[in-house]
């Protein structure tokens, strides 16, 4: 390794631009996050290394103090955007108890070619901030997948919005009791479980919905935000909420661990945050369970 890495390197079927964070292949190209650029290019300076997740945490979010999450969460959307499957991988592989491995072949140098420039749409904010999501034609392994009877309903909303012809159902003033319920993400190994962890994000707009004097953003915005990297900070600042509820599900033997936690936009401090081991059986009684204490929860919180 050099100490001054190559602007352009291949990891794996992939071409990475260190300098504008391209991520090209087969005529696809789409933008990574700053974050995300830092993680997948530290771990394809060190291939083959298990990295710990200490180390990856220090150099993706320098001089900032985040939970264990954010990598879990962070990893999970890096391994989408290459196409890679957690239980088979070809790029990245978890090392239990230690960290994380690229296992992928990894190419640096300017013999490479540079990634082609990528379509203006692709990552750059729309008029008023919003962000436009991936074009089309990106193939399955560059688009984050969206579940079941979701697909049509946000891709459609997607495309309506980027087009001009739909704008966000948001407030022009921010209120103190406002909340968007983001999608929980599905941490598990196999990354089976994203019906489920719908389920709940589902139970939970519901829930909140019913509380009076809480303004709760709608379904088909909060679930804009799906599988992007940061999306509290920028669904809190799109959809003008004073409050985010995120979380996670992940799996530990034979127990279901359902992480939730809740954020305050103004300064982005964790406000309440707590999980809940449950065997599974009837998914639908967990979910109506779970979502029942996470929003009397967060409604005690919400100022």
Known sequence: MTNSPAATLRVGDWSVNRLTGELARDGACLRLEERTLRLLTFMADHAGEVL???????????????????LYQAITLLRRQLGDDARNPSYIATVPRRGYRLVAQVTQGAGL???????AHASEPAAGGVPNPAPADLPPQARPPLHGRRVAIVAGFAALLA?????????????????????FLDLTDEMNEEPFA???SEELIGKLSKQPGLSVAPPG??????????????????????????????????????????????DGFVVWSDSYDRTPGDKLAIQDEVAGIVSRAAVAKIQ
């Open 113 to 119: 070619a540079e990634p082609a420039a990528s379509p």
């Open 198 to 200: 719908d389920g709940i």
């Open 221 to 266: 915005a909060s679930y804009y935000y799906k599988n992007k990297h940061d999306a509290a900070a920028e669904a809190a600042r799109v959809l003008k909420v004073a409050y985010v509820l995120d979380g996670s599900i992940r799996r530990s033997g034979g127990a279901l661990r359902i992480s939730a936690r809740l954020t305050r936009a103004a």
């Open 163 to 183: 087009a001009g012809l739909v704008a966000l159902p948001i407030a022009r003033t921010s209120s103190t009791r406002s909340v968007a319920v983001l999608p």
């Open 52 to 70: 710990s997740a200490d180390d990856l945490l220090t150099h993706a979010w320098p001089g900032v103090v985040v939970s264990p999450d954010s």
